[in-house]
């Protein structure tokens, strides 16, 4: 019972996230535990006791959240026209490295070409992307122990 409804509270976490994409995953891997679950089971599945709010995320409009997925999984540099707190508008070539997902906001944890150093851009404050065919190096995983180490030193 309660990986049901670990699985079920995640799936509908999800949506706070305002990520079409994975929402569809999230309602696929739902639909699919309903063909393999027992059926006494099934109804927690149809009808969870539990509620999830729907967070306070902004849709991201300048960016797709799948297209940053991808570029993560490929090592592919994203060029982002970005808006900062201030209202000022920069372009800046990034190479994106993590995705975090707070109730909110969603970031983009990447290295900035510009700033020759790790930022994280707000996904809702990006006005317009592009993937571009510019690779980064593929092995991320020095990187990314960069970007954690620096994370927790900022903690």
Known sequence: ???????????????????????????????????????????????????????????????????????IRSCRKITITYIDEQGRRSRRTIWPIATIYYVDVTLIAAWCELREDYRHFRADRIVQSEVLEDRYAADSGPMMAEWMAKRSQNS
Not at 12 to 21: Q, S, W
Not at 35 to 45: A, D, G, M, N
Not at 47 to 64: K, L
Request: aromatic share 4%; proline share 6%.
């Open 1 to 71: 019972m309660e990986e049901i409804e670990a699985i079920t509270v995640g799936a509908n976490l999800v949506h706070r996230i305002r990520d079409p994409k994975l929402q569809e995953a999230a309602e696929s891997v739902l639909s699919k535990l309903q063909h393999i679950v027992p059926k006494e089971l099934r109804s927690y599945l149809a009808s969870p006791r539990f509620y999830v709010s729907e967070g306070d995320a902004v849709r991201p409009e300048g960016i797709e959240l799948l297209d940053v997925r991808n570029a």
